[in-house]
């Protein structure tokens, strides 16, 4: 994880806030930990850059429920507590007990469109816009989706690589269809993924609506 972020109601003078580990809590609990570089604050706010690191997962239960809430939520609260540390300002030094509530915006789906449809053997290739709200950004490799009617019947199946980034980001699909397709509203649900990973586990939640071409709607009905 790498982490961007700005500081702000740092009062009126300059500290410096030592280096520590803090727990990072999601809505059912614990679930890693990061470690926070020393931070020197200015009157006007501060912006930090907490360099790439790898994050221990320590209740993979917790996790899951953190990404779930990332992926599906449209706002979603993760806690940084338990940092023991100082600060020093104005020449004193004080002993503190880090807690930070970080307010994010999430997935909320993440909403996508397909864009493209173009017949590719005896299947089709879809372009596919992913607009993500969220400062978290997810790279999940390979995955395989399913496209499914409104009331859960499947129409098709896709794979491609997802690389969920801040923002708008386009992907491409593979895939053939299964059956018809009604209309141009649909369900997009992430079914499995090629990585040996914890995705395997969570992939289930990326489950959203999804708006279909024409062309597509089109082809499953051939």
């Known amino acids: 994880m790498t982490i961007e972020s700005r500081v702000a109601n740092t009062g009126p003078f300059?500290?410096?806030?030592?280096?520590?580990?803090?727990?990072m809590v999601g809505p059912t609990g614990i679930f890693g930990r990061l470690v926070l570089p020393e931070i020197k604050t200015?009157?006007?706010g501060t912006d930090i850059l907490i360099p790439e690191q790898e994050i221990k997962i320590v209740d993979m239960e917790n996790y899951k429920s953190f990404v779930r809430s990332l992926m599906q939520d449209e706002d979603l609260v993760m806690k940084l507590e338990n940092?023991?540390?100082?600060?020093?300002?104005?020449?004193m030094t004080a002993n503190i007990v880090y807690r930070k509530d970080v307010k994010l915006?999430?997935?909320?789906g993440p909403k996508t469109v397909m864009t493209k449809t173009e017949r590719e053997g005896e299947g089709f290739k879809n372009t596919m816009l992913t607009i993500n709200p969220s400062p978290l950004e997810i790279d999940?490799?390979?995955?395989h989706y399913e496209i499914r009617t409104e009331?859960?019947?499947?129409?098709?199946?896709?794979?491609?690589?997802?690389?969920?980034?801040r923002g708008e980001s386009t992907s491409t699909m593979v895939g053939k269809a299964t059956g018809e397709a009604p209309k141009l509203?649909?369900?997009?649900?992430?079914?499995?993924?090629d990585d040996d990973n914890w995705h395997k586990e969570t992939i289930k939640y990326l489950d959203t609506t999804t708006t279909l071409t024409e062309e597509f709607v089109a082809m499953c009905r051939h």
């Not at 300059?14 to 727990?23: E, I, N, R």
């Open 14 to 23: 300059s500290a410096t806030q030592s280096s520590m580990t803090v727990d």
């Open 42 to 44: 200015k009157s006007g």
């Open 83 to 91: 940092g023991k540390g100082t600060i020093k300002a104005m020449m």
């Open 105 to 108: 915006k999430g997935m909320h």
């Open 140 to 143: 999940m490799g390979l995955v």
């Open 151 to 165: 009331d859960g019947v499947k129409i098709a199946e896709q794979s491609g690589k997802t690389y969920i980034t």
């Open 185 to 193: 509203q649909a369900k997009l649900v992430g079914v499995s993924v």
